[in-house]
């Protein structure tokens, strides 16, 4: 389940793409990610990379709590996008369905499944918590 190492943490957006060319612009503040699951897949890469400034610049303010650090420990080992509904470059509003896949502390594999809304804040897609429904 793991990415190669030329391939974005992510998988690539398209499948594959690099790490340069797939999350590295929006983890680098070089370009916002025109749509909400190549912001979710932004966000995934930067729990893979510990990187919190882009945790907590990608969350809605109405709903980011006070700690936006990755949760320290995991090692991160995969992403599977289910379902996408709404969310491109021509939309206000998208949800995103994933399955993040980890290694938890003490050894254990795990799954973080969430159904996640985005919204458009400033022309800029941002994440705003579990959707009620796909």
Known sequence: MTASPTSCPCGGYPTG???ADC???ALTMQEWPPTAQQLMRSRYTAHVRGDADHLFRTWHPSTRPAD???EPGNE???LTVEAITAGSVQDDDGVVEYTAYYVSQDGEPNELHEVARFVRRARRWMYVGPADVV
């Open 17 to 19: 793409t690099s790490y």
């Open 68 to 70: 936006t650090d990755p």
């Open 76 to 78: 991160w080992t995969g």
């Open 23 to 25: 999350c590295e612009p």
